[in-house]
């Protein structure tokens, strides 16, 4: 223990040693391994030199400085990160892109990743759900394939577990539109007056996306019926994978999306604490509280301070690869994934999911192998886990199978899919 009044510090080198040696205990570090179990890649060289080079100068990006709010004539929040500034709303720009957007009216900001957010997100939608004439009671729509931060949000906006609403899915794990329209209507009978819709394009476990287009169709129906809806997409995974597939599948603002989620820390090679919360201008005002501190007296995102030197990496990543690189990344992923799952489909205590993006989910048949199988792929070099995950895709309350979900990332080669499936053979 320290004495917590005086504690006279280490010398540089001692300190430097003992830090190599903690990250000498990170075998997932190296990304050399099977990682199958494991979204993360090694960053990007570029994004590696752009991050050192400004973290030196520690710039604070505080507050939104996306395009629209800059159109609009919003003051700027802080003074002196004009550089870093800028590099963040061409990157956000090109985010917004990606998610099917208009960067002129479409903004957003960075933040740690996916977990806060989605927070934005959700805060940005209950408030707004929350302002309008009569509004009582507003519900979330999701699926059980929605990634667990979504409960997280909830529960800190304080929505209660029954108002959190499961759709079921239809066969590729996606929302179930026509069943949802059913229930929907039903929710009129419990004065509900607002619907959160939560929608995955890229779901954790298998890749599954909903289609945003069907779930906007039912605004005008809910609308009549005096409901108002807002729509918000968990893109963290899927933002960097779906519009770079041979055949760009589109989940955002053009399918109906109030608000987008992508995470550059995942699939976008920029090291971790970088996610990106997108949305329509309009839904700023609903969140944004005074900030007397700062030079544009208001203030509407999760974060205070926020790291620049994130927005120069991500910035420096959309540069130098261009769209066109990263999506020959993610297809060769693609084609790995297509690879690991012809030799899977043959392995018989598994049924093979394949979603839109560069993963499997092997769902268990057989449960008397879960426990030699975690032995052999929960740690090195595979680092899985075995998941909970719905037995039936049509029925919410289903009792829980278990899977594994299985990630072809760049660095994932031929040969230690078959070694996997050597070992998964048992
Ligand atoms: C679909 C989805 N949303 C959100 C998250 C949470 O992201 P983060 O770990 O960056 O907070 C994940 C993480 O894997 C995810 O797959």
């Known amino acids: 223990m320290k004495d917590p009044y005086s504690w006279p510090g280490q010398a540089t080198e001692l300190v430097m040693r003992d830090a190599e040696s903690a990250l000498g205990e990170c075998s997932c570090l190296p990304w050399e391994w099977a990682t199958f179990g494991y979204p993360g890649r090694a960053p990007l060289p570029v994004a590696l030199e752009a991050l050192t080079l400004a973290q030196k100068i520690n710039p604070n990006n505080i507050g939104d400085h996306s395009l629209p709010f800059r159109q609009a004539g919003h003051k700027q929040t802080e003074h002196g990160f004009d550089g870093t500034q800028r590099l963040e709303r061409e990157a956000i720009a090109s985010l917004v892109q990606l ?3 208009d960067p002129a009216t479409t903004g957003g900001y960075l933040c740690e990743g996916g977990t806060s957010a989605n927070l934005a997100g959700l805060w940005m939608g209950r ?3 929350r302002a309008q004439p009569g509004a009582k009671r507003t519900v979330i729509i999701t699926t059980r394939l929605a990634h667990y931060s979504i409960l997280k949000a909830a529960d800190i906006l304080g929505f209660n577990p029954n108002d959190i609403i499961y759709a079921p899915c239809n066969r590729s794990g996606g929302i179930s539109v026509c069943d949802i329209t059913e229930l929907a209507y039903r929710l009129q009978s419990e004065r509900i007056t607002g619907v959160l819709f939560v929608c995955t394009a890229g779901s954790t476990m298998m890749g599954s996306v909903d289609d945003v287009s069907q779930v906007n169709e039912l605004r005008a129906g809910l609308r009549l019926a005096g409901i108002s809806t807002y729509i918000h997409v968990d893109a963290a995974f899927g933002g960097f994978v779906l519009p770079f597939l041979a055949k760009p599948v589109r989940f955002g603002f053009d399918q109906g999306a109030d608000s987008v989620v992508i995470d550059p820390h995942k699939m976008g090679g920029v090291p971790f604490g970088c996610g990106a919360i997108l949305y329509r201008e309009q839904y700023a005002g609903p969140v944004a509280v005074k900030a007397p501190y700062l030079n544009s007296e208001q203030d509407w995102t999760i974060n205070g301070s926020r790291s620049g030197a994130n927005a120069v990496a991500l910035w420096a990543v959309l540069e130098e690869q261009g769209f066109d690189q990263l999506a020959k990344c993610v297809q060769q992923c693609i084609a790995l994934r297509d690879y690991a799952r012809e030799l899977l489909d ?33 740690n090195h070099p595979y680092y899985m886990h075995v998941a909970p995950f719905p037995r039936r895709f049509d029925d919410p309350n289903c009792q829980e199978g278990r899977a594994l979900k299985m990630i072809l990332m760049p660095h994932h080669t031929k040969q230690m899919v078959d070694e996997f499936v050597r070992q998964v053979k048992l």
């Open 346 to 378: 043959q392995v018989d205590h598994f049924q093979v999911h394949v979603g839109q993006t560069n993963q499997l989910c092997l769902e268990i048949t057989d449960l008397s192998v879960v426990e030699r199988l975690a032995s052999r792929v929960c």
């Open 99 to 101: 998610a099917g957007g």
């Open 127 to 129: 408030n707004y759900l």
